[in-house]
Antibody, heavy 120, light 110 residues
């Protein structure tokens, strides 16, 4: 069965960076895009960007362009999200999701989420 | 503030039919299909409706979706207590070149 398993919770200080992982299984890794979505406490969902595991091309939401990097390791079917220059407003649950096309609002599988807390 | 507008809350009694709206514009709902997600507290969103009106396997047929012009709706018939959750619409936006989510609607079963 398709699974996206994310890394554990993180606590970071303002200005630091965080690297989250998302390990995919149960399907052909290179055949689906991975997109990252975050949700601040009590707030809605916000798209951060997309990576194509086949080739590694990325497209980031404009507001995260200068702070986010998405990479993948095809040998372990794992995608990584790195967010730098963290601030308190980055406190959120970060989800990796799967989609079969890039230009879509349809995410058919979701990871369990990783809570990132930014606090001094 | 989300570009896709949803009512912040909705409510109904068991057995009732409730609808949740999602209003957008020509560059998003007007040009692309709409998807809906259901989210319970502390859990990841779950796909509920895709391509405007399609249900993934396992989703009861009490849930239905529709789209007209630049608006979409999620309808839940035969409301049950376990339907109490947050509901989000989502679609692609051609101007933004990325997906958009609605602000979410908290459904309360009275």
């Amino acid at each position: 069965q398709v699974q996206l398993v994310q890394s554990g919770a993180e606590v970071k200080k303002p200005g630091a960076s965080v690297r989250l992982s998302c390990k995919a299984s149960g399907y052909t890794f290179n055949s689906y895009f991975i997109q990252w979505v975050r949700q601040a406490p009590g707030q809605g969902l916000e798209w951060m960007g997309i990576i194509n595991p086949s080739g590694g091309s990325t497209n980031y939401a404009q507001r995260f362009q200068d702070r986010v990097t998405m990479t993948r390791d095809t040998s372990t079917s794992t995608v990584y999200l790195e967010l730098s220059s963290l601030r308190s407003e980055d406190t959120a649950v970060y989800y990796c999701t799967r989609s079969n096309v890039a230009a879509t609002g349809r995410f058919d599988y979701w990871g369990q989420g990783t809570l990132v807390t930014v606090s001094s | 503030q989300s570009v896709l507008t949803q009512p912040p809350s909705a409510s109904g009694t068991p057995g009732q039919r409730v609808t949740i709206s999602c209003s957008g514009s020509r560059s998003n709902i007007g040009s692309n299909t709409v998807n809906w997600y259901q989210q319970f507290p502390g859990t990841a969103p779950k796909p509920l409706i895709y391509s405007n009106n399609q249900r993934p396997s396992g989703v009861p047929d009490r849930f239905s979706g529709s789209k007209s012009g630049t608006s979409a709706s999620l309808a839940i018939s035969g409301l049950q207590s376990e339907d109490e959750a947050d509901y989000y619409c989502a679609t692609w936006d051609d101007s933004l070149n990325g997906p958009l989510f609605g602000g979410g609607t908290k459904l309360t079963v009275l």
